[in-house]
């Protein structure tokens, strides 16, 4: 009788070591795992939002004030178009954020078209030395 526990007793815990050590940790663990398509929806999200803040930025600099600012500066409109699609998504957000300022302070008449130029002047020089580094 006592042999025959003792032979249930290792038979149990050789089941659950086979259990605990024998089957994929993923089985007992809670469901973390994103999916294929909630990862693909996050990156076009993230994709889109990016190219709505170029177009911000470049649409901001296409206009007809920063293209006379521009080229009173001798500042190519076409480099810093390459370089605004070259920004890193920190970078492009913070330029995002001032052209919008920007253009809301101007709209509003809080700022000049000098100051204007001066900030369209700024703001180009900083987007080309950001690429340059």
């Known amino acids: 009788m006592l042999a025959s526990l003792a032979r249930n007793a290792r038979l149990a815990i050789v089941v659950t070591l086979i259990a605990i050590f024998g089957l994929p940790q993923y089985l007992f663990a809670d469901n973390h795992i994103v999916t294929k398509n909630e990862l693909q929806q996050q990156m076009a999200t993230a994709a889109r939002e990016r190219q709505a803040k170029v177009d911000r930025v470049q649409q901001f600099f ?21 370089a605004v699609a070259q920004l890193d998504d920190s970078e492009l957000s913070q330029l995002a954020a001032k052209t919008d300022k920007a253009q809301q302070d101007f709209a509003a008449g809080a700022l000049t078209n000098q100051q204007i130029t001066y900030i369209l002047i700024a703001l180009a020089t900083a987007v080309i030395v950001l690429i340059l580094v």
Request: charged share 25%; net charge positive; no cysteine.
């Open 62 to 82: 296409g206009s007809a004030t920063a293209q006379k600012a521009l080229k009173a500066s001798a500042i190519d409109y076409k480099r810093v178009q390459n």
